[in-house]
């Protein structure tokens, strides 16, 4: 089978004919709308017209005959311009139908392009998965063999593509189009002179400029534009704005024919360009709950190639050990009191590198938006002029009970989670949840208010909490020393003013805390944590701290220390029997 010949049609104030009432019919609407057609739908009124298909049909006051097909259709219902012939026809009930193949028998005697759904055989022209960006449009197609597989090709070219090349193209069209209005406008003044100096009126003195001279100049001129098209890293060509246009369009006036110099300035310093791309910039990324295996590969990456690291103070020791030596960090230095000054102090020292072209990684403990103020300082930095990266972590709220053997939902026992804070703002009480027997509640920085929080929840106005309802406290999950409380909500507040405190912890509050491990006593106390150890014993691949130090052991970079080898785990029972 021979390839098929790609071309793009000007659709503008074209009559396309669709058939059909289906979600295809739809979509082939909007493509004629976006593309200046003008859709024609054809389907009975006694049709099952689709709900996306009627939505347009009301927005866009598509016309639609009410009733079958019928064969004058293709030469009665297009523009004037081509005697009522339509330009295209879609049909859209797929190729089984014997209408179906007597519309294409009909459209190709009469030359009309048509494209049937599912039906490769029956069509005449095929529709491209297209990406577009402003005047760029990328097109792709699998010649009717895929059309789901074309979709996906041509999102991975589209993501492989700078944000800015469609504006990039507009801008190299304008000055390949002002160019060649400039020599245009040099060959009239030419002739012009010309004729002056026939009639002995010469209007240029001392200056010669003759056809072979402009000549070079127009070639020159256009084969710069085509060089840079053709070498030029695209995302270079994506940072050209409007002011480098002008200054392009003014240095190849009309009286610049001659060549340049040796020492001419480039028009577009390529240097330039890419000190524009390679600004500051700002990734806000999470931690995880604490293991340094429980980094995301991306958020790594972002360890080792950031400028600056501004991180919250809980992010764990062994995570900040893999920062390279030569990145500086700067903890932010909150306490009780403090917060909205070290907030402001990290936004203006991570602003700072920013405009000093340097890349920042704001590093927050867990996930970056889940109570970490993440779209604050996103905004921050957005209305400062720079678009943050962000980098997910693994959430505390999910993964602690985890290493607490605590399922955040389980059948019968729980179908719905809910994770609040148990500081509000300004350190004020936040509203408790109302209690529901089938729900877990997870309460992220709660441990330090917990004496307001527990009574809040048993005293409840509406729906209060059982006294009996188990719970646990889960303390600096997943790190050696971390700690589970298992007990209720009757005796929590006790627990934890005898055993202390050991931040960043947060409680587990639901039926499901005694799914797995149950706490007969008032309550019982687990240290330690031995949960990932499993990967030291995966033979040739190592654990996960092994496969980063293969990666991070490089010249200038710190050797990973693993803290996480060797720990123990215990449990003691805590009160007395009920």
């Not at 492989?160 to 003044?189: F, K």
């Not at 932010?332 to 402001?344: L, T, V």
Request: aromatic share 4%; proline share 7%; hydrophobic share 40%.
């Amino acid at each position: 089978m021979s390839p098929a010949l790609l071309t793009a049609v000007h659709s503008t104030s074209h009559i396309h004919l669709i058939i059909g009432s289906n979600p295809l019919a739809g979509a082939r609407c909007s493509k004629s709308l976006e593309v200046g057609a003008t859709p024609i739908l054809i389907a009975p009124e006694t049709a099952n017209i689709h709900y996306g298909l009627a939505k347009r049909i009301e927005e866009h006051g598509i016309e639609w005959r009410k009733r079958e097909f019928d064969d004058g259709d293709l030469t009665s219902l297009g523009r004037d311009e081509t005697d009522h012939v339509v330009d295209a026809v879609f049909v859209t009930s797929g190729g089984k139908s014997t209408l179906a193949t007597h519309i294409s028998t009909l459209c190709r005697r009469l030359r009309i392009p048509v494209n049937v759904a599912d039906a490769p055989s029956l069509c005449t022209f095929t529709i491209l998965s297209t990406h577009t960006s402003g005047p760029l449009q990328i097109g792709v197609t699998t010649s009717g063999k895929g059309c789901k597989l074309a979709s996906r090709i041509k999102r991975e070219i589209a993501s492989s593509l700078p944000a800015e090349l469609g504006d990039a193209v507009d801008r190299l069209g304008t000055v390949r189009r002002r160019i060649w209005e400039q020599d245009h406008a040099v060959e009239a003044a030419t002739e012009l002179e010309a004729e002056d100096d026939e009639a002995g009126q010469s209007a240029v003195f001392n200056k010669l400029v003759t056809p072979s001279d402009a000549e070079a100049a127009k070639a020159r001129r256009m084969r710069w534009l085509a060089q840079i098209c053709e070498y030029w890293p695209l995302r270079r060509l994506a940072a050209i704005t409007d002011e480098d246009v002008d200054a392009i369009l003014q240095s190849y006036k009309h009286d610049s024919a001659v060549a340049p110099s040796a020492d001419t300035k480039p028009v577009l310093n390529p240097a330039t360009l890419d000190a524009r791309r390679n600004r500051g910039r700002i990734i806000l990324a999470g931690s995880g709950p604490g293991h340094p295996d429980l980094l995301t590969t991306a958020t790594l990456k972002a360890i080792r190639s950031a400028d600056l690291i501004l991180a919250d103070k809980l992010v764990p020791a062994p995570v900040l050990e893999l920062v390279p030596r030569r990145t500086p960090i700067q903890i932010a230095r909150k306490f009780p009191g403090n917060a909205d000054a070290a907030q402001d102090e990290l936004h203006r020292l991570g602003l700072e590198a920013l405009n000093e072209g340097k890349t920042v990684l704001r590093l927050k403990q867990g996930d970056p938006c889940l109570y970490g103020r993440g779209a604050e300082e996103l905004e921050f930095f957005r209305t400062h002029g720079y678009e943050a990266t962000v980098l997910p972590g693994i959430t505390s709220s999910l993964s602690a009970p985890l290493f607490a053997k605590i399922p955040a939902t389980h059948r019968g026992v729980s179908d719905q989670i809910l994770i609040c804070t148990g500081t509000g703002r300004k350190g004020a009480p936040p509203n408790p949840p109302a209690y529901l027997s089938n729900q877990t509640v997870v309460f992220l920085m709660a441990l330090h208010r917990l004496k307001e929080l527990v009574p809040s929840l048993t005293e409840h106005k509406t729906d209060p909490y059982p006294t009996s309802t188990p719970c646990a406290v889960i303390e600096r999950a997943s790190c050696p020393d971390q700690r589970v409380i298992r007990t209720t909500l009757q005796y929590v507040n006790a627990a934890v003013e005898e055993e202390g405190s050991r931040p960043p912890g947060l409680l587990v509050v639901g039926a499901v805390c005694e799914v797995l491990q149950k706490a007969p006593q008032k309550w019982v106390v687990e240290d330690g944590f031995q949960g990932l150890d499993v990967l030291d014993d995966m033979g040739e691949g190592g654990n996960g701290l092994d496969r980063l130090r293969e990666h991070l052991v490089t010249p200038g970079l710190e050797e990973v220390r693993d803290p996480f080898r060797g720990g123990g785990h215990g449990v003691r029972v805590g009160g007395v029997a009920a």
